[in-house]
T-cell receptor
Framework: DAGITQSPRHKVTETGTPVTLRCHQT?????MYWYRQDPGHGLRLIHY???????DKGEVSDGYSVSRSKTEDFLLTLESATSSQTSVYFC???????????FGSGTRLTVV | LAKTTQPISMDSYEGQEVNITCSHN???????ITWYQQFPSQGPRFIIQ???TKVTNEVASLFIPADRKSSTLSLPRVSLSDTAVYYC?????????????FGSGTRLLVRP
């Protein structure tokens, strides 16, 4: 959908291990975002990027880091996964044509 | 960011028109109103966006009164596949620091 893919789609990992989720876009959009979605909390912004090497924190950034070394890839890293980070993670890009956001299909992460 | 208030849930039947109203009393002059739809296990999908009066596309209509303190998403002749969560968001799309902040949305259930 609109050239945005997330990988992996599903992952199970152990507490304390580092995990990296990848968001890849093919349309050269400047803005990219990472959200998490949990029951009862809706979507919450973790980090976002407004260009290569330009990132900033969102509402729930503790325990997460991001990197954007090239326009097409935005990586989200859980430095030491905890059970509270079990969630569905969505990446999004902003369409500069209508300023609407396009979301990826999500990554379901389970930390055991 | 202007805060929005929506009903938590709504029920409807196939073939009916559904109107979901969003309140945004402190909307700013440069703010646009955007609606997203989310199906289970998928990322939100952009539906419609407007600034004032009425906007219509192939999916929905958006009605915005002159004072812009509320907006109404209208879904004509809903089907079972319109069962989803609908989010209303308000913000200055042209502001480089603008980020989508989601509320709890309205859970629409369409019954046969």
């Amino acid at each position: 959908d609109a050239g945005i893919t997330q990988s992996p789609r599903h992952k199970v990992t152990e507490t304390g291990t580092p995990v990296t989720l990848r968001c890849h876009q093919t349309e050269n959009h400047r803005y990219m975002y990472w959200y998490r979605q949990d029951p009862g909390h809706g979507l919450r912004l973790i980090h976002y990027s407004y260009g290569v090497k330009d990132t900033d924190k969102g509402e729930v950034s503790d325990g997460y880091s991001v990197s954007r070394s090239k326009t097409e890839d935005f990586l989200l890293t859980l430095e030491s996964a905890t059970s509270s980070q079990t969630s569905v993670y969505f990446c999004a890009i902003q369409d500069t044509a209508n300023y609407g956001y396009t979301f990826g299909s999500g990554t379901r992460l389970t930390v055991v | 960011l202007a805060k929005t208030t929506q009903p938590i849930s709504m029920d409807s039947y196939e073939g009916q028109e559904v109107n979901i109203t969003c309140s945004h009393n402190n909307i700013a002059t440069n703010d646009y109103i955007t609606w997203y739809q989310q199906f289970p296990s998928q990322g939100p999908r952009f539906i419609i966006q407007g600034y004032k009066t009425k906007v219509t596309n192939e999916v929905a209509s958006l009605f915005i009164p002159a004072d812009r303190k509320s907006s109404t998403l209208s879904l004509p002749r809903v089907s079972l596949s319109d069962t989803a969560v609908y989010y209303c968001l308000v913000g200055d799309l042209m502001d480089s620091s603008y980020k989508l902040i989601f509320g709890s949305g309205t859970r629409l259930l369409v019954r046969p």
